[in-house]
């Protein structure tokens, strides 16, 4: 069974400030890893994802992560914080890429102004 | 680009009421997967459909049933509703072979 960990359940950054959302990972297999960012009362949409290429993912909005296998880690970063980048973001994982996805419990993360 | 399209986006029913709950996956996608979201929760995998065929089954309550029909949209049926069943629902449609998931807006339901 695959299982992912977010780690602080509410970040909070300075507007410009560097973000970084952590993530690890728990996988028997080679894993497929995502993050999904949540705006309040809206879907779930994909931010980027890694499926075995290179393991530095951008994204969209100026996000990427790395996947580091020694670490079992997929950390989400972004260089400068922007005030539209508050919202909730969920890492998860699945092992084939057509099996269901496993999330995380969130972070929120907040951006100071 | 076609996205996955879940309606109706609220429903508020009462308890012990019944609901159905569509999905329109991405034309060609094969598979779909349904999630729910409680408040302040992440989504938890409910049930999901390979070619119309349940394909994995997670944390569904038996009073939960859903199917995919053969133009491959799925419903999620819901009945004798209770308080706790109010939730957003997430239905995500995917290829087999990969490729990601795109996941609809949701529906919100309000059980009172």
């Known amino acids: 069974a695959q299982s992912v960990t977010q780690l602080g359940s509410h970040v909070s950054v300075s507007e410009g400030a560097l973000v970084l959302l952590r993530c690890n990972y728990s996988?028997?297999?080679?894993?497929?890893l995502f993050w999904y960012v949540q705006y309040p009362n809206q879907g779930l949409q994909l931010l980027l994802k890694?499926?075995?290429?290179?393991?530095l993912v951008k994204g969209i909005n100026g996000f990427e992560a790395e996947f580091k296998k020694s670490e079992t880690s997929f950390h989400l970063t972004k260089p400068s914080a922007h005030m539209s980048d508050a919202a909730e973001y969920f890492c998860?994982?699945?092992?084939?890429?057509?099996?269901?996805?496993?999330f995380g419990t969130g972070t929120r993360l907040t951006i100071i102004p | 680009a076609a996205g996955v399209i879940q309606s109706p986006r609220h429903l508020i029913k009462e308890k012990r009421e019944t609901a159905t709950l569509k999905c329109y996956p991405i034309?060609?996608?094969?598979?779909v997967y349904w999630y729910q979201q409680g408040p302040g929760q992440d989504p938890q995998f409910l049930i999901s459909?390979?070619?119309?065929?349940?394909?994995d089954k997670g944390s569904i309550p038996d009073r939960f049933s859903a199917q995919q029909f053969s133009d491959y949209h799925s419903e999620l049926n819901m009945s004798s509703l209770e308080l706790g069943d109010s939730a957003l629902y997430f239905c995500?449609?995917?290829?087999?072979?990969?490729?990601?998931?795109?996941f609809g807006s949701g529906t919100r339901l309000t059980v009172v």
């Open positions: 459909f390979y070619e119309k065929m349940q394909s």
């Open positions: 996988s028997s297999v080679p894993p497929y």
């Open positions: 890694y499926t075995s290429a290179a393991t």
């Open positions: 034309p060609r996608h094969d598979t």
């Open positions: 998860a994982v699945t092992n084939f890429g057509n099996e269901k996805l496993t």
């Open positions: 995500a449609s995917s290829l087999a072979q990969g490729g990601g998931y795109t």
